[in-house]
């Protein structure tokens, strides 16, 4: 009897756990068919979206998160292909949650690819950066997963070279096309590596490499041939390579491509390319110096209307920029003017840098007096602060890069101290020692790396700032060499007419004797304004092997910025026995970090009105003192401050000695003493 009723139970049993397997099977089968519909493309948005949905909420009553997972990843693929970024970003972070609770590395690494294309196309790129150089370490760790590696690194480049990041960017192009190139030449792969090479012409080209810029278009040219639809991949290269040409002044080989894609059917039937073309053709014609100049104006114009008509905001700026700089060389400045301000404002709203600071340089150009002055002054201003903003951008590459190897490095510890706990088990003395010196050995390379690093980001901030100071130093030249030559050439020459015409009518008029001396005298004045006038144009001439760029020019750069801005007013001094040209570069750049972050604390804190900095040479010691007249602080509790304790830290760092001095009467006096190195 009890047999039976336990044959009966285990019946019953093995009954309820077929039918729960039916059951999930059945499921299992709707999911799939769901995804199967949401990806059929004949279908319209919304019942598309509907579908994965549908088969996200099935799958999530299974509560198995490998099929939740799956379900999730087709549903961001349906957004993603329908441009609905914002729900696409939203279900890619799920992913990646679902991702680390199950272990799935591959769909880990489309997580980060999803978050970094999200970020990418809505211009977030230090974001994008960091999330495709995750999804980059873990493709690269999975098999066949070259095609996905390499378009990120595509990706990567694209990004380092929109912030002048030439080297790393050309490093990350190249590893993609080695990758892509080992890949079958389907359809997707032609697109990729002709974009690739187009990518480094145009590094190069940058670089001022233009034969090997040449090369890669032409290289980008031949995967354009193998494509079905070769049409955008030529009319791109195309271009590049006539504005490569007009960069060499090769204007003629320019023109002739221009030309030949004005023959283009295609192209003429695409409103916005063909005005792009003919607005570049102008431009070169332009600058070639060809005289047909109504040609020139009649193909500016159309280009300008088309953009206009169609609502193509940055082509239009663009080309009202080229058109006011043509009607700027014709002298005709109320024309240029009118469009300068149309480009100008239309670049600002949009935040079209490259061409608000043409805009800004055109309309300095252009306008006379004070208000030229000041486009001219905003437009170093911006230029400045987009070059500082790259310099930004570029040090958050090398943070996440190298951020992305200590994690990296960081799991292969993890894996090896996995296996030295088995060995401790065997022998505990033996193991520690080995791990205490696997771990000193990585944290003196981790110091070492840091500190490379450091130096070269200090030598480049110097030689950033270096170039900045020798482009102003030739603008001043320039301007003084213009003035003399005016000078000269021009108002001198005018005199002298003036002067010989009065002689002339001194001579053939009658006059009185008192009459004749007067106009004598009035030509003695002329001749000895002649003599001053010449005089000026000299000195101004003889002047400007004077002018040197120096280090205590940057810091007087430097210091009347911050002064103009924050309205202080300072004193800069300078020991003349001190060589600066001599002296290390690493110890003049922590010496302009010191006073960039004493003034930045004047600023924020202090309340001053004035601040005195002075550099003197005492005993192969260079001392700095930085003094402002503010209401001080503690000066015990004021080390603890990141700002000043970084200060500190660079001193000491010099072999050199720190102090403050500090309080409401005296306002605050910092000292650092560093032994000059050469």
């Not at 003695?524 to 205590?552: M, P, V, W």
């Amino acid at each position: 009897m009890n047999s039976k009723l336990s044959f009966i139970i285990i019946l019953l049993f093995s009954l309820n756990i077929a039918s729960q397997n039916q059951s999930f099977y059945e499921t299992l089968g709707s999911i799939q068919e769901l995804r199967k519909l949401s990806r059929n493309e004949s279908l319209n948005s919304n019942d598309r979206i509907n579908y994965a949905k549908r088969a996200l909420s099935l799958s999530e009553n299974t509560k198995v998160d490998t099929t939740i997972l799956k379900s999730n990843r087709n549903l961001a693929a349906v957004y993603l292909y329908l441009d609905q970024y914002d729900d696409f970003q939203k279900v890619s972070f799920k992913i990646l949650k679902l991702a680390k609770k199950v272990g799935d590395s591959k769909a880990l690494a489309i997580a980060y690819n999803n978050l970094g294309w999200y970020n990418y196309v809505n211009s977030q790129n230090d974001s994008a950066f960091f999330y495709y150089k995750k999804a980059k370490k873990l493709f690269h760790n999975l098999k066949n997963e070259k095609q996905e590696e390499g378009f990120i690194l595509f990706n990567i480049a694209t990004i380092q070279k929109k912030y002048a990041d030439f080297s790393n960017s050309e490093y990350s192009a190249i590893k993609s096309l080695e990758l892509i190139k080992t890949l079958p030449e389907n359809q997707y792969n032609l697109d990729t590596l002709w974009g690739i090479y187009n990518l480094l012409g145009l590094i190069k080209k940058k670089q001022k490499q233009y034969q090997q810029s040449n090369d890669y278009y032409k290289e980008a040219l031949s995967f354009c041939d193998k494509l079905s639809d070769d049409s955008e991949c030529k009319l791109f290269i195309n271009i590049n390579l006539a504005e490569l040409y007009k960069e060499q002044k090769l204007f003629n080989k320019s023109i002739k491509i221009y030309n030949k894609l004005l023959n283009d059917i295609v192209l003429i039937n695409d409103p916005i390319n063909y005005a792009t073309i003919i607005n570049n053709l102008a431009y070169v014609k332009f600058k070639a110096k060809h005289n047909d100049n109504d040609k020139i104006i009649t193909l500016f114009n159309k280009a300008y209307k088309i953009c206009d008509s169609l609502n193509y905001k940055y082509e239009k700026a663009a080309s009202g920029n080229d058109l006011s700089e043509f009607y700027l060389s014709l002298g005709q400045k109320d024309s240029s003017i009118k469009y300068l301000e149309r480009s100008y404002a239309l670049s600002k709203t949009n935040k079209y840098n490259t061409e608000v600071l043409r805009s800004l340089y055109l309309l300095s150009k252009s306008i006379e007096g004070e208000k030229g002055k000041q486009y001219l002054y905003e437009y170093i201003t911006l230029r400045d602060s987009l070059l500082n903003e790259e310099h930004i951008m570029q040090n958050k590459f090398a943070r996440i890069e190298f951020e992305t190897d200590e994690v990296v490095a960081e799991n292969i510890k993890i894996a090896k101290d996995r296996s030295v706990l088995f060995i401790i088990a065997c022998s505990l003395f033996i193991g520690s020692i080995l791990l205490y010196v696997i771990y000193s050995q990585r944290l003196k390379n981790k110091q070492l790396v840091f500190e490379s690093t450091q130096q070269k980001a200090n030598e480049d901030i110097y030689s950033l700032m270096l170039s900045q100071q020798s482009k102003l130093e030739e603008g001043r030249i320039n301007e003084r060499q213009r003035i003399s030559e005016e000078l000269h050439d021009g108002i001198l020459s005018k005199l002298f007419g003036i002067r010989v015409g009065i002689e002339f009518l001194l001579v053939k008029t009658k006059m009185k004797d008192a009459l004749k001396k007067r106009f004598n005298d009035y030509i003695n004045d002329i001749q000895s304004t002649e003599l001053e006038i010449r005089d000026i144009s000299h000195e101004l001439k003889d002047g400007l092997a004077s002018h040197k760029i120096n280090f205590k020019n940057i810091i007087e750069h430097y210091l009347k910025t911050q002064s103009e801005l924050h309205s202080l007013h300072y004193n800069l001094n300078s020991d003349p026995n001190i060589s600066w040209d001599t002296i290390n570069d690493n110890l003049k750049m922590n010496l302009y970090r010191i006073i960039q972050e004493t003034l930045q604390n004047t600023i924020k804190h202090a309340k001053a009105s004035h601040i005195n900095v002075s550099f003197n040479q005492i005993n192969k010691k260079l001392v700095l003192v930085v003094k402002d007249d503010g209401i001080g602080y503690d000066s015990k509790t004021a080390t603890k401050g990141i700002g000043l304790s970084n200060i500190k830290s660079r001193v000491q760092n010099l072999g050199g000695e720190f102090q403050i001095e500090s309080n409401s009467t005296n306002g605050t006096t910092i000292t650092a003493e560093i032994p000059i190195i050469n």
